[in-house]
T-cell receptor, first 112, second 111 residues
Framework: DVKVTQSSRYLVKRTGEKVFLECVQD?????MFWYRQDPGLGLRLIYF???????EKGDIPEGYSVSREKKERFSLILESASTNQTSMYLC???????????FGPGTRLTVT | QKEVEQNSGPLSVPEGAIASLNCTYS??????FFWYRQYSGKSPELIMS????GDKEDGRFTAQLNKASQYVSLLIRDSQPSDSATYLC???????????FGTGTSLTVIP
C-alpha cells in the first residue's frame, strides 16, 4: 500500500509566521503535489514536483514556495502566513506514467 | 480555464437505491477521468478511473464516459449508508501532471 504522511493534522499559526508543511511518501513516486481545499472551491493545485529539485507552479502559487531535496519528501512553505491561507492542505504522490494520485491525511492550518 | 463542474448537491437517496453523480468538463483535450470519495474530515480516496468512452464497472460502482458530450458519471448501485460522502470528479489532460478537480457532490444515503 502506498503511504503518504503529513507532518501535522492540525496547525495553528499567527499572521506573519513562516510555516513549514512536510509530506513524505514511501513508494518511490516521482511526482508529488500540494493542494489546498476550501469549501465551495474544491481542490486547487499550489505546486507540484516531478523530480528532486524540480518544481512547477500550479494554479495558486502566490504566497507559497516548495522544496524537494529528497525524492520522498516535498515541503510546502508559507513565507509569511496570512489569514486567507487558513485552509486544509493536502499532499499527494503519483508514480511516473500513472494517473492515480494517492493523498496524505491532510493538514488543517488555521492562521490567526 | 480548465473547468470541471459538478452539482454540489446534497444528493439524498434511500438505502438500496442507485445514486447517480454527474460531472462535465470543458477541455476537449482531457484524456483521463477519476472519481474520488472523501469522507468528512478525511482525504480523497481514488475509487474509479476511466480512460475510454463507455462504461467501466467495479463492484457496485460504474463509471460512464462520453467524450463527445464531455460528460462523466458515477453510478453507485445498492447504495449503503457507508457510501455517504463527498464525491470528487477529476480530469487530466495527459500532457502533464496537472489534475483538475470539481468542487464535489455531497451524497447522503438514508437508511
Amino acid at each position: 500500500d502506498v503511504k503518504v504522511t503529513q507532518s501535522s493534522r492540525y496547525l495553528v499559526k499567527r499572521t506573519g509566521e513562516k510555516v513549514f508543511l512536510e509530506c513524505v511518501q514511501d513508494m518511490d513516486h516521482e511526482n508529488m503535489f500540494w493542494y489546498r481545499q476550501d469549501p465551495g472551491l474544491g481542490l486547487r493545485l499550489i505546486y507540484f514536483s516531478y523530480d528532486v529539485k524540480m518544481k512547477e507552479k500550479g494554479d495558486i502559487p502566490e504566497g507559497y514556495s516548495v522544496s524537494r531535496e529528497k525524492k520522498e519528501r516535498f515541503s510546502l512553505i508559507l513565507e509569511s502566513a496570512s489569514t486567507n491561507q487558513t485552509s486544509m492542505y493536502l499532499c499527494a504522490s503519483l508514480m511516473r506514467n500513472s494517473y492515480e494520485q494517492y493523498f496524505g491525511p491532510g493538514t488543517r492550518l488555521t492562521v490567526t | 480555464q480548465k473547468e470541471v463542474e459538478q452539482n454540489s448537491g446534497p444528493l439524498s437517496v434511500p438505502e438500496g437505491a442507485i445514486a447517480s453523480l454527474n460531472c462535465t468538463y470543458s477541455d476537449r483535450g482531457s484524456q483521463s477521468f477519476f472519481w474520488y470519495r472523501q469522507y468528512s474530515g478525511k482525504s480523497p480516496e481514488l475509487i474509479m478511473s476511466i480512460y475510454s468512452n463507455g462504461d467501466k464497472e467495479d463492484g457496485r460502482f460504474t463509471a460512464q464516459l462520453n467524450k463527445a458530450s464531455q460528460y462523466v458519471s458515477l453510478l453507485i448501485r445498492d447504495s449503503q449508508p457507508s457510501d455517504s460522502a463527498t464525491y470528487l470528479c477529476a480530469v487530466n489532460l495527459n500532457t502533464g501532471n496537472q489534475f483538475y478537480f470539481g468542487t464535489g457532490t455531497s451524497l447522503t444515503v438514508i437508511p
